[in-house]
């Protein structure tokens, strides 16, 4: 019998593409193949074609099946910063149906160290910018066999380039339409291998079907849910491509055919002369950036008219940020997304018919959601807050080689427990209020506490550590530790927080400070009390 208030995803509009998704994406490619500008870098304002996209992600294709690539356990590495010529190899690997791990281009040799042994590529993409870091840890990763490099015309330090990687297996007189993707069951085959810590622990790798992306695709054509922008109309993205965000938005925009700008990183005004020179109709950014849309008087000294469309996601955003971005670019409201890694995209859009600034949205077709109450297992009705949980083929497969991981997040129904507090209103608007994991999100990149602890854990006077994420206006949280000292050994908060920068991407450091403690709140089974680490800095903020 079907469980009651459950939430069922708005009536598709289109059927979700049958095979692959890399047949989808070289069809979508090929049919856009006329439009000059594909990908432009607003930094340097170069730019890369949908043909030349098309092309070259065939030609590598027919290259690494000649290398050999396609055994059982092989798996592509792209490395790289937002690049005009990062979904190349992503886009190879899916024709092929070979996984694809992304990897992020600041982590320290330690962390990419760590992010690489989870999915193990046997062939590493890079940018020049990653080779270092990459060239670095290769020597410890014997299952990455070889490198390439994406953004040069010439090899680098001995390494090739994609060009003289080609010439190996193909040549110029390749004809990309003799070329065809490979067809399997898109709900068994892995598109991709996405890093995310989940509810609680150290970062997993994410297995994303190639089934997640087509559903994913139905999305972003959808005239409620989708992006409002028609073929060749310009989006800005400054989300990263090697987080699912970026990813999974950037990929569905090739089936949409639209001119990506993308921007590195966040830089006040060469994100708004970007917006003024490209005449950008649709941005979509983290919440941060919305904080400074809704308060930097630089907004003022640019032209922004030609804005329709401004999304968020990844993070809460406050009601009162989103009415103030809307207001002062005389917009009706803000599209806002909600999604896990583990959702493999957004999964709660706010539908362009019906915005409520401030909700996160409405379930998005083909997903299934409930909130539920944890005491009783039992789906709550309206306005009632509890867990939310998620039921679609969009979902991830589970967690990369550990199964124990993936029976804690989904059920034996097959229901993702979000770790997400919230509650829906009788129109089934969904609101999110608050998170129950330990997940930390600052700037809406992902910090995991246990991840940090063990790291401080690694220092010689430090008895035992505990990581909280700090309320923050404009990064939403900042990672922040209480720390218990050897005994007689003393240490200074810059100290700690010098000897964990050192260890870990900028994006984890202790911002949120130290607090030094007797003791780290813990349960009668060891469990560490992440609440009351919260109230601990709660309680040192009230003194200040
Ligand atoms: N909108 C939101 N409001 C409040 N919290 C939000 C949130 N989105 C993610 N989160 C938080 O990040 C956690 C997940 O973090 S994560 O694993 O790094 N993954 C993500 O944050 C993630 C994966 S896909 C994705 C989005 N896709 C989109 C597509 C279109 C659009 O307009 C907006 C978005 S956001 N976000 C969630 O569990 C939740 O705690």
Redesign the pocket.
């Known amino acids: 019998m079907e469980e009651e208030n459950i939430m069922h995803g708005a009536e598709p509009r289109d059927l979700v593409h049958p095979g692959s998704a890399g047949t989808q994406l070289y069809r979508s490619l090929y049919k856009f193949s006329y439009f000059p500008e594909a990908i432009v870098d607003a930094h340097t304002h170069e730019v890369i074609s949908y043909a030349t996209i098309f092309n070259v992600s065939c030609r590598l294709a027919a290259s690494l099946e000649k290398y050999g690539l396609g055994k059982e356990d092989d798996v592509v590495g792209v490395c790289s910063e937002n690049n005009l010529n990062f979904f190349s190899p992503v886009l190879a690997a899916l024709y092929l149906g070979v996984p694809v791990a992304t990897s992020n281009d600041m982590y320290t040799d330690g962390e990419i160290s760590g992010h690489l042994n989870i999915s193990k590529p046997c062939i590493m993409f890079c940018s020049k910018k990653a080779l270092p870091l990459i060239l670095k840890v290769q020597k410890n990763l014997h299952f990455m066999k070889k490198v390439v490099v994406i953004d040069s015309m010439y090899d680098m330090n001995g390494v090739e380039c994609i060009n003289t990687f080609m010439n190996h297996y193909t040549d110029h007189t390749f004809d990309p339409l003799k070329f065809q993707p490979k067809e399997f069951d898109p709900l068994k085959k892995t598109a991709l291998i996405m890093s ?1 810590s989940g509810t609680t622990g150290l970062p997993k790798g994410v297995v994303l079907s190639h089934r997640s992306l087509t559903i994913r695709f139905v999305h972003s054509r959808d005239p409620i849910y989708g992006t409002r922008t028609i073929p060749e109309t310009s989006i800005l993205s400054l989300v990263p491509f090697h ?3 970026g990813m ?2 950037t990929l569905s925009y090739f089936v949409v055919g639209l001119r990506i700008v993308m921007l590195k990183k966040f830089e006040g005004e060469l994100f708004l002369k970007t917006i003024q020179h490209y005449k950008i109709p649709t941005i ?1 950014v983290a919440p941060p950036v919305m904080v400074f849309l809704a308060k930097s008087p630089l907004v003022d000294k640019y032209d922004l008219s030609s804005l329709r469309e401004v ?7 406050g009601k009162d940020v989103a009415h103030a971005v809307a207001k002062r670019l005389g917009l009706s409201g803000i ?12 999964v ?2 706010t539908p362009h018919d019906n915005l409520r600034t401030g909700s ?1 949205g409405k379930v998005v077709p083909y997903v299934k959601a409930k909130i539920l109450d944890k005491a009783t297992g039992k789906a709550l009705g309206p306005n009632e807050r509890g867990e939310i949980c998620f039921k679609s083929e969009m979902l991830m497969k589970g967690y990369h080689n550990n199964p124990e991981a993936t029976r804690e997040t989904i059920d034996e129904d097959g229901w993702l427990h ?3 507090i919230g509650y829906y209103e009788e129109d089934g608007t969904i609101y ?1 209020v608050d ?1 129950l ?1 330990e ?1 930390i ?1 600052y700037k ?3 910090v995991a506490p246990a991840e940090l602890e063990n790291l401080l854990l690694q220092h010689p006077d430090i008895a035992d550590a505990g990581v909280t994420g700090v309320p923050d206006g404009f990064a939403g949280q900042l990672p922040a530790a209480c720390i218990v000292l050897e005994p007689g050994k003393t240490l200074t908060e810059k100290e700690v927080v010098d000897f964990l920068a050192e260890r870990v991407t900028p994006t984890k450091y202790l911002r949120g400070g130290v607090i030094f403690v007797d003791r780290i709140p813990k349960g009668p089974t060891g469990k560490l009390m992440r609440q009351e680490l919260r109230a601990i800095f709660a309680a040192k903020k009230a003194q200040t």
């Open positions: 995310s987080h699912a965000f999974f938005t979509v999304a968020t996601g990844g993070a809460p955003i599209l806002q997304g909600y999604g896990l890694t583990e959702t493999c995209c957004a709660v859009i996160a979000s770790g997400d999110i998170r994991k997940l999100k809406g990149y992902q």
